[in-house]
């Protein structure tokens, strides 16, 4: 409990002297209304719990002195303790079975077949891998069952569902929330040592979950694996989400323990959010920076201009209110875009750790669109005549009279202020978490994309260091 009786939540540990009933994790998510009941599981509100846990770690912290001080990537404020060290070796020991495994020079349409070679050395030495990166206190905790399996067999299915499917040669959120999961295992075995809050939250993401995003692109680029469960351009990224999260923390601004985590505002000296659609800025902040070096990752893999193929992400740079507003919308847009989907959730694994049993204090969600099975067909309406509703100029070169411009897909929903009302909940966070605790279905109501509404024309915006302009030339 912090100061003036603002709670910090922290995700709960196992007694070690009690023995618990480990079980093999198998899925329980079979159809779009499962993932209701996934909603209002104890595993989802650990999830939810160790992410806005990790989240708040990663804003700065307000010295004694006045000062702030920031978490920037490869930070020499940030110390890593002995399990944090033992997990950068087995990242790096994955990294190295890719010379073992490389990438098939065959002709080929779709994911590179190779990756299903190094998918099969990572599984067959998954055991001796966990040996070397956890306790014997942590992987051998005994079940209350003296037949049953011990806490391994557990953290082994969500350590083998962190690298993407060798069946369907992809990777996507799925697959980065099963890495997630695997940290949470080993926080409530008391995996990790029990310091001030924050400091092992901080070690984690900048020691474990960024080494493992670098891995992860390094194996994507390696293997050309496929988007899992990608909205394409209506979507955030088509591989990862939580370095946003972390990320747009980073930038937010500082706070003291006692403080809750703020709404609005960044950093003084943070980069402009808009800086993502000029490259010369995101090279510049992608070595500091998570959200910026997954935003890097996306201009070492796609051409164009930047608001072509990323729209949502260039929507969300256009957010006045800073950074903070930012992370508070990626964290309502992971419940929505990740946790509700059933494409990207349907695979997860349940056992003991994240347990399918339903929370106590949950209220079940309602139905929406969020949960179904299958894709949704988004609202279209045939393009306005510019005399009608549009100054000359706002279009995007590819809009024409003749299309039809989906008029509430590409914004995220909280981007902008200017809620259309009637849409459904993104966020499913339980009130019991109080960071979150002004999170409501009304402040999440879906928002036209930029250039739905009229816009002055512009030239070009010219870069003086060189870039491409990535702005559409109605943007201002």
């Given amino acids: 409990m912090a100061a003036e009786g603002f709670p910090v ?59 702030v001080q920031t978490w920037p990537l490869n930070s020499d404020a940030v110390e890593f303790s002995a399990p944090v060290r033992q997990l950068q070796q087995v990242l790096s020991k994955l990294e190295a079975i890719i010379e073992e495994a490389p990438p098939d020079t065959g002709p080929r349409r779709f994911g590179n077949i190779s990756f299903r070679k190094w998918y099969q050395i990572v599984e067959s030495r998954a055991s ?14 005994r079940s209350s069952d003296p037949n049953g399996p011990t806490a391994e067999v557990e953290l082994k299915a969500y350590f083998l569902g962190s690298w993407g499917s060798s069946q369907r040669l992809d990777y996507g959120t799925g697959h980065e929330l099963n890495f997630l999961a695997f940290l949470a295992g080993i926080w409530k075995l008391n995996g990790f040592p029990k310091n001030t809050p924050g400091i092992e939250e901080r070690a984690i993401v900048l020691g474990v979950i960024q080494p493992y995003m670098e891995l ?25 989400f939580i370095p946003y999260i972390f990320g747009s923390a980073q930038l937010a601004p500082a706070l003291a323990e006692s403080d809750r985590v703020p709404e609005e505002g960044s950093l003084p000296e943070a980069p402009d959010p808009k800086g993502v659609a000029k490259a010369s800025i995101v090279e510049r902040e992608r070595g500091s920076n998570l959200y910026f070096s997954a935003v890097g990752f996306i201009y070492d893999v796609k051409k164009g201009p930047f608001w072509e193929h990323s729209p949502m992400l260039y929507d969300i740079s256009g957010i006045p209110t800073g950074w903070a507003k930012i992370n508070k919308g990626m964290i309502k847009m992971y419940n929505a875009e990740v946790l509700s989907k059933f494409p990207v959730v ?22 929406t669109t969020h949960i179904s099975p299958g894709p949704q067909v988004r609202p279209q309406t045939a393009a306005p005549s510019p005399s009608a509703t549009q100054a000359p ?38 009130p019991t978490l109080s960071d979150m605790s002004t999170l409501s279905p009304s402040s999440m109501a879906p928002t036209r994309a930029p250039w739905a509404n009229p816009q002055p024309a512009g030239p070009p915006i010219d870069d003086s260091k060189g870039d491409v302009t990535t702005k559409a030339p109605w943007a201002k």
């Fill in 346 to 367: 349907q695979h997860f694994p349940f056992g003991s750790l994240l347990s399918w049993d339903r929370d106590p204090n949950t209220i079940p969600p309602p139905s």
């Fill in 9 to 67: 939540r922290i995700l709960p540990t196992l007694d070690p002297a009690r023995q618990n009933a480990f079980i093999q994790p198998c899925k329980k998510i079979n159809e779009g209304g499962d993932v209701s009941e996934f909603l209002c599981s104890k595993a989802y509100v650990d999830i939810m719990t160790f992410l806005l846990q990790l989240n708040r770690s990663m804003f700065p912290a307000k010295r004694p002195d006045g000062g």
């Fill in 128 to 141: 001796s891998l966990l040996e070397e990166c956890l306790s014997p206190d942590v992987l051998q905790a």
């Fill in 216 to 240: 992860v692109r390094t194996i994507i680029k390696t293997y050309t694996l496929e988007p899992a469960g990608s909205h394409g351009v209506w979507g955030l990224d088509d591989h990862s």
């Fill in 393 to 430: 100029g706002t279009q995007a070169p590819w809009a024409s009279a003749s299309q039809t411009i989906p008029q509430n897909g590409t914004a995220a929903p909280w981007a902008t202020g200017r809620g259309l009302g009637g849409g459904p909940s993104a966020s499913r966070i339980p």
